[in-house]
């Protein structure tokens, strides 16, 4: 008994120690599995010296901390009706001859669930870790590569519960199977469940699923679990109406834990969008349809796809061999797509290929059917119906044919190859086409299309300018995309100050945005970078090149812009905040609407920058602001923009101030109540202890 009791406990720690988690650098892997070889080979040592117990006959449970079970199904219950200890350490090594998967399922716990937990991991032939441990949830089955599985419980120094129950089994049929932490895939079952990172962290997302009951007339959806950011990342739920070959208008959302939805077909399509802002985790989605469907009119082809380009065709009539039923086929294909929000954009984007629509033998002027639908833009959820809301996720995109197209009921509607047919506002789709009946098939009559993705650009030029001004108009009058990133390079030749006035914008304002940022002669960004918006449309900037970007996020879109620039004061000294540089002169003037009112809730900021000065004087020469609530104030700053001291306030009163430094922020405020005009200030160079005379 004494020698069966030492080899357990230094079975254990060898298992513990060669079953650590695996780093996925394949060097790490490698360089370790000798010494994994070698533990298990001491461990059959062990074994055999000491007489170990043989494993647990087929389809027996073991209560036991840690052992050993060999079969094609088996329980362990450990401490199910009890409470457990802190820092408890269980292992159990369960073995399913030839299995290629083994199912898990945690059917009962009582464990701390932030902190306590059953983790499997799977081990090839030899013993050697194959796949990542993976965390056992409740009422959820986990699916691990055969034919060895190492069981784990462990509890930290915290709260305690009761144990927990779970059962195994060999997987013998693999259409059972829904990988976990797939982006999207095609689900056919009556009942199931999507699990998606959960407990993981996510990424910018757009997973697709399509999900199909056959045999129901309804599936409901119960969103079980959820670690997404609220009121932005969601799951959602829209129904397929196979009548009319389209997208239901039934769109329903899902965020947060206990939602429910119930959609009156037997197709889904599922699908989970994040953003990229917080890094949240996954969710656990189960679905069971309900209903009986009796001889069903429609058979539902679907599929996920996962290459980056491909060519999709569809038969152009379903041809119906079965006179009884008439079953008539509805093709589904989704795209899901993931963003990586350092690396460059790329887009979606549809080649159509030479197509023939076919017209029902019949006088209802009915054809076959394409419709693309594209990811809608970001739904942000109310407060008020967290759980469960309603959206739009799909807008249609295009289908063929249209209206105006079979206005006269031709016979068949031919398309032509047309390239970039349709472009994705992200590489996510989903394409539905459904083909009429026909007594007789025809086999040249084939829809088709290329799918594909791109870099997204965007205007990106450089603009040499020898006049006065230039302008910038993008999509001005029309709507710019989710995630675009532009980049104009202007050029004023001989110019030593560069003016910009935004005179028309349509955008997001609380989100996108045109910033400007001054280039030396290199190419390098020299300065502040100054964002432009319908509240401070104006900027100023030293030098004669410069960088004006144009940059939306992943919600709302609108129009877009129209930027104009030049030489010198183009503006007439209605600049609201830049860069301020007086170059070879000992003096410099900012000058802001002098002689015109401004307006409320005003904030300009002007960084004076003045290499080798030490100390710079103010002279308020020009002032028309409310004395008592608006002001002028200047404060000494460091080179990386780090405020030294108190401000000091200018105005009508107070109208001459000197700082010590080279750089110095100048802020005008207006605040809600009365206004009137803005100011002249004049700033220049002092001797260190000098100051600028009143006058």
Known sequence: MKLNITFIFFHTLLVLSSTEIVKEDPDYRNSHQSLIKERSAMINLVASATGTPEPTSPGASTMHCGGRLLGESGVISYKEYEMYNNSESCTWIIEVPEAVKIGFKLEKTGLERCCDHVDVTSLDNTGLVQQKPVKLRSSHTVFVDGPKVIVKFYSDESQTGLGFRLSYYNVTDLNEIINENECGGVIVRETGEISYKFEEPLESERCVWLVHSPNSTSITFHLR??????????????????????????????????????????????????????????????????GVKTNPKYIYKLLHITEPNGTIEYPGSDRNDDEITKQQHI????????????????????????????????????????????????????????????GRVWQKKAQIPKKNDTLLCPERFSVPKQEDFLDFNVDSFVVIYKPINKDTFESNAVVSFDYYYKPYQCLKIVQPLEDEFGIISYKENENYKNLENCSWIIEVTNATQIDFNLEQSGFEECCDYVEVTSLDSTGQAQGLTLPLRTGSPTASLTGSRALVNFLSDDSTVGSGFRLRYGRGRILDGNICGGVMNPMLDDFGVINYKANENYTNNEYCQWRIETPGWERIGFRLEQSGFENCCDFVSISSVTVNGTEIGLPAHLNYNNRNASLAGSTVLVRFTSDETATGTGFRLRFEKLPVFGHLDAQ
């Open 225 to 290: 679990e959820e670690g997404l950011e609220e009121y932005y990342d969601f799951v959602s739920v829209t129904a397929i109406d196979p009548e009319t070959g389209t997208l239901g208008n039934d769109t329903r959302l899902l965020s947060g834990y206990g939602g429910n939805v119930t959609i009156q077909e037997s197709t889904a399509v599922v699908v989970f969008s994040s953003d990229e802002s917080f890094s949240d985790s996954g969710f656990l989605l189960t679905f069971s349809g309900s």
């Open 331 to 390: 093709y589904v294909t989704a795209k899901s797509a993931r963003f990586d929000p350092e690396a460059q954009r790329f887009i979606g984007g549809i080649n159509m290929n030479a197509s023939v629509f076919l017209r029902a033998n019949d006088s209802s002027c009915v054809y076959d059917s394409l419709t693309f639908y594209e990811r809608y833009e970001r739904i942000r959820q109310s407060k008020h119906r967290r759980a469960i809301g309603q």
